[in-house]
């Protein structure tokens, strides 16, 4: 279902017909001149419009979501838009899904990130810090979805692993004490802090974006027209591995890193890996500078 095409569909298919897929608001890249107020209220209308031009809503099954994009670049989801969609779902008898792979599980300092936005989906999808490491993903909902299937109708070879789930257990345990999920609030103070210290300097960053330890730099070639650099995140990417440090790019157009270190990372070991970071963005503006 993903729409990220060229990094992960370019040659598979056939794919399922029927997904309508609706733009999301990235506030970055609004037209320049509108209000971040006013471009919400367009993507709003653009989504209430979907059910009168492109499809029935009677027919909708799921509308699917992440609350903060992953793959996408770590954009929030303006709240206004996400809570629209709860409220046309519940209009509409749709089922919600939120996609939480990514952002779930404390990633975002609240065990879900759909606290951040007081909605609760119909769905739940998790998987990633589920189980700190053990392979293991869910599908979480309401009693009367998730018994509708008659017995024995969803299965699975590796379907409720015991190590898996036994690590789940202990890592749900863990990851819902108020005090980790302080933690990873920290944890994202403190490289927002390291990422704003190096936009102040390096106008390579375009913006610097997340909630709690989601964090992620976007890199454009120009600040003004937000000209996307994918070749310069790759050279990153390439300079901190060489230092010790992998860092991974996400963004629809490849231009961002993303910071999402495990919420058990010291202060010290954040700063030594910001500092790799640091070195880094110094190399790819040097050659920058050396190109001009
Ligand atoms: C938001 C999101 N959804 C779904 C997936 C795929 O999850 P799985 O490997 O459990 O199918 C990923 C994987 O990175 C993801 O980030």
């Keep these: 279902m993903t729409s990220k095409y060229s990094l992960f569909k370019k040659g598979f298919g056939p794919f399922p017909s029927e997904i309508v897929r609706l733009p999301f608001p990235n506030p970055y890249r609004r037209p320049a001149g509108l209000s971040e107020a006013d471009f919400v209220d367009y993507a ?24 903060i994009q992953g793959e996408g670049g770590f954009i929030p989801t ?10 046309l779902c519940t209009q509409h008898g749709i089922v919600m899904v939120a996609d939480e792979i990514q952002c779930g599980f404390g990633r975002t300092g609240k065990l879900f990130a759909c606290e951040h936005y007081d909605i609760v989906p119909d769905l739940l999808t998790t998987a990633k810090s589920l189980a700190a490491g053990m392979p293991l993903a869910a599908v979480t ?37 108020p005090e980790f999920l302080a933690r990873a609030t920290a944890i994202g103070e403190r490289l927002r802090q390291h990422l704003e210290e190096f936009q102040s300097h390096h106008p390579l960053i375009g913006d610097v974006r997340g909630v709690g330890a989601m964090m992620a730099m976007e890199l ?19 300079e901190t591995l060489k230092r010790g440090l992998i860092t991974i790019r996400a963004g629809l157009y490849s231009n961002c890193v993303r910071f999402l270190p495990p919420l058990n990372i010291t202060d010290a070991q954040i700063d030594e890996g910001m500092a790799i970071v640091a070195e880094a963005l110094h190399v ?9």
Excluded: W
């Design 220 to 238: 454009v070639r120009d600040r003004q027209a937000k000209t996307p650099a994918p070749d310069e995140v790759a050279r990153i990417t390439q």
């Design 284 to 292: 790819i503006s040097a050659e920058q500078t050396a190109a001009r």
């Design 44 to 67: 709003i209308q653009q989504l209430e419009n979907a059910f009168v031009a492109q499809i029935d809503p009677e027919v909708v099954a799921a509308i699917v979501i992440e609350p």
């Design 78 to 87: 303006p709240p206004r838009f996400l809570q629209r969609i709860r409220e």
């Design 141 to 177: 909902g309401r009693a009367e979805i998730m018994d509708a299937p008659h017995p024995g109708g969803l299965g699975g070879t590796y379907s409720g692993n015991p190590l898996a789930c036994a690590a789940a257990i202990e890592a749900i345990d863990m990851i819902r004490q």
